[in-house]
Each structure stands twice: as C-alpha cells, then as structure tokens.
C-alpha cells in the first residue's frame, strides 16, 4: 500500500522545508510513503528546496496555471507513481502531519473513498469574524447543493483513495476544494470527516486578493457545477419561475383590463408574454443540456477506462 502526500507549491520556498519535515515517517498499514511537489511556475527556488528535503517526485509547471490545474495535475502523477492512497495538504503548513495517519485511516478501513479533515472553524484563533462567516456561508452552501455532511468544504486537507482520484476531473482553473465535493456526491463516492488542529499561519493567502473576489469566484464555480451535473433540474427551476412570474403579471394585467383601464397597461402584457417565452426557452435549454449532460457522463466513464487500461499497463512493466 503506498501513500503519496501531494503539496501544490507557488513560491514556498520558505514554508516548504518545515511542512515536509512534519510528515510522518511511518503510519500503520502504509508501506511506503512518498512526496510529490506540484511547482505551480514559482519565480522562487521551491522546486530546488524540495529536492534539497528529499521529496521523491517534483512536478514542475513553466507557467502558474493556478490551484485548480495543480491539484489535478498532482492526482494523475500519484496516480502514474502507483498511489493507492493521495493526501493533499498545503504547503504553508497549516495542516499538522500528525493528523495524517488518521486521515488516511477511514480510507485503510475501506469506510470512504474521500477523508475532508475539518478545521473546527469557531476556534481557528487566525480567522476572523467575517472569515469564519464566510467559511460557514460556503459550506452551507456546498451541503445544500452537494447533498453532503461537509462541515468544512474549503479545506485543502484531504485523502483519496485510488478509485476518487480516478474518478475527479476538475475543470475549475480557480479552486478545488468546492468542485470536488459537488462532483465526490454526484459520482457516489463516500466521503468521511475528521477534526483536526492547524497550525497558525501568518502569510496572507495567494488563492485570492480579497474576500469579494474569493465570493464571487466561489459562487461562479458552484453554479457551474451545479449546472453541469444537473442541467435539467436547474433550468426546469428557472423556466417555472419565469412561468409563474408571468402568469401573474398577466394576471395583473387582466385585473386592470376588465376594469376598463387595460390600455395604459400594455407593457404589464409585453412582460408577461417575454416571461412565458423565456420559461419555455429554457425548458427547451435544459433537455438539451440533460442531453449533453449525458454525454458528458458516458465521455468520463471512457476517460476512467482508459486511466485504469494506463495504470494496469504500467503496473505490468
């Protein structure tokens, strides 16, 4: 059984040595564990203080591609370096190694195909009161729209087994964390939970500027999921309501046309009309993007037969 530990980098040449030293050396049930380094087109010498603390694989991308693209790109180089088991964690140690072993645990037990270590948000010292908020506003968010338990669905501190990493494509060139619990539920994999500690950090976060941009951004990535795996149900929603909010403009517009006073309410008519044409365009939109949509599902079912057909014959060599 072996454990690779993935640690997307963007200039962490400082970070980076403390956060690979607190790895753990041994975890019962694990026979090898391994480092990967996903160089994110750092302008420092990360990659160069990775090898220097002996990580096993380094990953270098000429060009940041942002954390989206290197968290997919750290699963499929666990996945060719025969990972049975991927932790992803950051590299500004937030997240304790210790808590490793009982990340990974649940997934040895065969009870989750994901493990999300929670943060324990209300006693993160380091957050404030509006982040802490937010952090609570977005997972409440995610749970609703995922069908999930996620107590924490922005944390960067996960475990996949072999047939999770496998299965995710994140198409998001922004963040991970959210995408992949969306698409984690729809896919029918188990995912568990643990509390853990961190580690206070004081840099300030290179995801994101502000945290209007971090909503905004957040909140585009979740609506395009959500579209993507229910297409038909979002635009059914949109077109009824469409539906209803013209039916009773017009409705309005009867009232006042029986009272005699019909003509000076004409655009109350053009608007309900615009409405119910519109609700039926996008009843019409959502069969073709149900139809897509099934597409999509038989197009990721052949990309996960041949990942497995790669893995399987580099596993024979």
Known sequence: MKLIIQIPCLNEEESLPKTIADFPKKIAGIDQIEILIIDD????????????????????????????????????????????????????????????????????????????????????????????????????????????????ATTGFRAYNREAALRLNIISDYTYTLESIIQAEHKGLAIGNITIKTNEVTRPSRLFK?????????????????????????????????????????????YYYFLGQGGGKIQSLILAAVLFLSGLLLFV?????????????????????IKKIELMLKEKK
């Open 285 to 305: 939109i959502g069969l073709v993007a149900d139809l897509i949509s099934a597409n999509r599902r038989l197009a990721e079912d052949t990309l996960l037969r």
């Open 210 to 254: 502000s945290s209007f941009e971090y909503i905004k951004r957040s909140f585009v990535t979740i609506i395009r999921i959500y579209a993507m795996f229910n297409p038909f149900r979002l635009f059914m929603r949109l077109g009824w309501w469409a539906i209803f909010i013209g039916i009773l403009i017009g409705c309005r517009f009867t």
């Open 41 to 152: 087109g750092s302008k420092d010498n990360t990659s160069e203080v990775a090898r220097r603390s002996g990580v096993h694989h380094i990953v270098r991308l000429t060009k940041s591609k942002g954390l989206a693209r290197a968290f997919q790109t750290g699963l499929d180089a666990s996945l060719k370096r025969g990972a049975d088991i991927i932790v992803n964690t950051d590299a500004d140690g937030q997240y304790k190694g210790e808590d490793i072993p009982r990340l990974v645990q649940p997934i040895l037990e065969g009870k989750a195909d994901i493990v999300i270590g929670n943060r324990d948000i209300e006693n993160v010292q380091q957050f404030s009161w509006l982040k802490k908020r937010l952090q609570r506003l977005g997972t409440w968010v995610v749970r609703n729209v995922s069908g999930s338990n996620i107590a924490d």
